[in-house]
């Protein structure tokens, strides 16, 4: 599990954030005419093209490099994450299942395919969405008595 240190929340850090992806995002689809979903670009690496290669490297490699830029003006967040690596193993590969079987990743769907309307994105979001809740309610309240 994963805790929050609600009492470091800021709203408008929170907010420029999801302006910066936001606007990343548009401007991403308008000069390149490609959806920013990580596992797309990712999995475009795997079965690669000619002249698709580059691009999807600087991406990641953007990806990569920006905690490492913000290290040199700011402290990174604690991060503790209460899992065995088991769990956090199966947990990564029902999402890249999920991510699969579902045309794309949350990014993808629910940054990229709402902004564009797309009804497929929405239900693809809405089904990440609700799955989230379930499995949060199963583990929190179900599963340990809480």
Not at 31 to 56: C, E, T
Not at 101 to 130: D, I, K, Q
Request: include cysteine; aromatic fraction near 8%.
């Amino acid at each position: 599990m994963i805790e929050i240190a609600w009492e470091n929340f800021t709203p408008w850090s929170a907010l420029a954030g999801g302006i910066i992806i936001g606007l990343s995002a548009a401007g991403f689809i308008l000069l390149n005419g490609r959806i920013a979903g990580i596992s797309g670009i990712l999995g475009g690496l795997l079965v690669p093209q000619k002249r698709d290669v580059l691009w999807r490297i600087a991406f990641l490699a953007g990806m990569l490099a920006a905690p490492l830029l913000w290290m040199m003006t700011a402290e990174l967040p604690a991060i503790e994450i209460k899992a065995s690596y088991p769990v956090l193993m199966v947990a990564g590969l029902l999402v890249g299942i999920g991510t699969r079987y579902g045309s794309g990743c949350t990014s993808g769907h629910g940054v990229c395919g709402l902004s564009r309307l797309s009804p497929r994105s929405l239900v693809a979001t809405l089904t990440f969405m609700v799955a989230g809740f379930v499995t949060v309610f199963i583990i929190r309240h179900l599963m340990t008595g809480a």
